[in-house]
């Protein structure tokens, strides 16, 4: 039988399945790809919790939907910091980030002209699941490059010690599960 964990996030119950992150730890794989229902009632009670800002930016991750739907609700756009360079980009700008929930380095890419639309204005930084923070870092030194004032750091979930964490505004704590 596949083992579980119950939670409620703004509202809406869901239960995620565990999975094996070593052979001492697993986290709740919390997934808000085709569910409507929670990425709807999220981004109200986030945008409900966060400071003003102008501006929203995720990575290119489960966090897409969230920063869409926050978008669509409060009426201000958003970017996407990109796993890789498209074609698209002329002058990008790359970090690199090592997450908990995948295996190799992950880049992020924000093309220069994404960047100058981020300047002079209050930036919220969006995510589905802050763990060990290494994505939100990563968001964080490009948006470093902008001329501009992070408003603040927010996520559906604060997984583990990212819970303890008085640097971001999150609807839910969700812990780590060891054996």
Do not use: W
């Not at 992020?108 to 930036?123: A, F, I, P, S, T």
């Not at 583990?160 to 969700?174: K, N, T, V, Y």
């Amino acid at each position: 039988m596949e083992k579980t964990y119950m939670i409620t996030a703004a509202g809406c119950e869901r239960e995620l399945p565990l999975c094996p992150v070593n052979e001492h730890m697993d986290i709740a794989a919390f997934i808000m790809f085709g569910d409507v229902e929670i990425t709807v009632a999220c981004a109200k009670a986030l945008l409900e919790r966060c400071p003003a800002f102008d501006i929203l930016i995720t990575a290119e991750s489960k966090g897409i939907p969230l920063a869409y739907e926050m978008s669509r609700q409060s009426g201000k756009p958003y970017l996407v910091a990109r796993k890789g360079k498209k074609l698209y980009m002329s002058d990008p700008l790359t970090v690199e980030d090592k997450s908990i929930t995948t295996e190799a380095v992950q880049r992020l890419v924000l093309d220069r002209k994404d960047l100058e639309k981020m300047n002079g204005k209050r930036v919220l930084i969006v995510d589905d699941v802050i763990s060990t923070g290494g994505s939100l870092h990563a968001l964080e030194t490009l948006v470093s490059h902008a001329d501009c004032e992070v408003a603040a750091c927010a996520a559906v979930l604060a997984e583990g010690d990212a819970a303890q964490r008085s640097d971001i505004i999150f609807l839910e704590p969700l812990p780590l599960f060891f054996h």
